[in-house]
Every structure is written in C-alpha cells, then in structure tokens.
C-alpha cells in the first residue's frame, strides 16, 4: 500500500548546527506535504508545509525541500537549538483525500 | 494548539467501563478528526468528520464511537470493545476536508487502563 516513512528514527545534532530530517513518500498523487514538530506529551505543532508545484519552501529557521522525482521530501533546521529537540513527522495527501498519511517520526536531540 | 482543546489530560478506564473523551476547537473548522499515537509510533487515524451530523471511520475504528452534533464538538467514546486502548489519543481540525489542508492538533489525552 502506499506510505510515508522516514529514513532515520533518531537524530543527534550539536546545538548550533543545521539538522537535516529526511522523508520518502511512495504515493505519485500526492501532491500536498507538512512537517509536524511534537514535544514530549504535547500535540503536534505544524511547522511547514510545500505543495507540489514547489521544491523548495523557507520559513523561520526551517526550510522544505521537495524532490518528486525520487518521492523525498526533507526538512532542514538552522541553527539549531535545544528547544528544536522533538519528534518530527512528515504528513502527506492529495487534493480529495479527507486523510493525511503520517510517517513514524524523526527523534532529533540537541546535544547542548 | 492553536483554539483546540482536549479534555482530560489523563484518563483512567477500568476494564469493561466506556469513557469519552473531549475535543472542542474555536477555529470555525468544518473537519474534525481523532487519531491515535502509541508510544514511538505515528499517528493512526480512528474517526474523522467533514461537516456536523457526519463521519467516517478511519482505519482503525473497531472499538470507538463519535457523534459530531456540534460544529466546534467532536467526542470520541472509547468502549469496552476496544481491548487495548492504552494510548495518547489527538483530536485535530482542518477548515475543510479533502482539499489539501493542514490539520491542527489539540494537547492529547493520555488513556490508561486500570
């Protein structure tokens, strides 16, 4: 079936530096994709989101990278900090779909 | 969490004992949704609802109910049929369904079972 899954369930950063959150997708129709940041305990907190006429998308410190034709998406952090630390999942879908697909999660750390 | 809020925080249930869990949101969304998250999993989509008086089952709705009377109401019961509910239970809302939107998500409830 189709899926979204992450290549690396854990990610140790020093503080300070970039972080780089990696995500495959293997549904072609998906055209829609948001990065979800989620503390321990918390909901998640929405971060980003690109659509899939864009390949690239910037915001405070993160930046969305889409490549389709290998169906990766990735998220990178900028100087990172420890309050970066979290759990990190990639969502996708498509127009008329009611449903987003989740994959597992990325645990970064921020190594002070 | 951006005008949604859950209720409780923690949940106890004991065994064979329906409880229902709260989500309300201020957003003036017209899709709701709940999911469930086990511990170091993403998350699993139960219920989810386009429009008041409406809603469908996920991918894993064996085990849990929902009404949707209300625009801003969306309460998720967990029965007794649901053998393993021990889990963070997320309600999230989007503006409307099916055309690409981004979901915002409540602060969750813990379920534990007695």
């Known amino acids: 079936g189709e899926s979204v899954g992450l290549h690396l369930p854990t990610l140790s950063v020093q503080e300070g530096d970039n972080s780089i959150i990696n995500c495959a997708y293997s549904?072609?129709?998906?055209?829609?994709f948001i990065w979800y940041k989620q503390e321990s305990g918390k909901g998640p907190q929405f971060i980003i989101d690109?659509?899939?006429?864009?390949d690239k998308r910037q915001g405070q410190r993160v930046t969305v990278l889409l490549n389709k034709t290998v169906k990766h998406l990735s998220l990178q952090i900028a100087a990172t900090q420890p309050g970066d630390s979290a759990v990190y999942f990639c969502a996708e879908t498509y127009f008329g779909n009611e449903k987003l697909t989740f994959g597992t999660g990325t645990r970064l750390t921020i190594i002070p | 969490d951006g005008g949604i809020t859950q209720s409780p925080k923690y949940l106890f249930r004991k065994e064979g004992q329906n409880v229902t869990l709260s989500c309300e949101q201020n957003?003036?969304?017209?899709?709701m949704y709940w999911y469930r998250q086990d511990p170091g999993q993403g998350l699993r989509l139960i219920y989810y609802?386009?429009?008041?008086?409406?809603?469908q089952k996920g991918d894993i709705a064996e085990g849990y109910s929902v009404s949707r009377e209300k625009k801003e109401s969306f309460p998720l019961t967990v029965t007794s049929a649901q053998k393993n509910p021990t889990a963070f239970y997320l309600c999230?809302?989007?503006?409307?369904?099916?055309?690409?939107?981004?979901?915002?998500f409540g602060p969750g409830t813990r379920l534990l079972v007695l």
């Open positions: 690109i659509r899939s006429n864009m």
């Open positions: 609802s386009q429009i008041v008086n409406d809603f």
């Open positions: 549904n072609s129709a998906s055209d829609y």
């Open positions: 999230a809302s989007s503006m409307r369904a099916g055309v690409g939107e981004t979901q915002y």
């Open positions: 957003l003036n969304h017209d899709a």
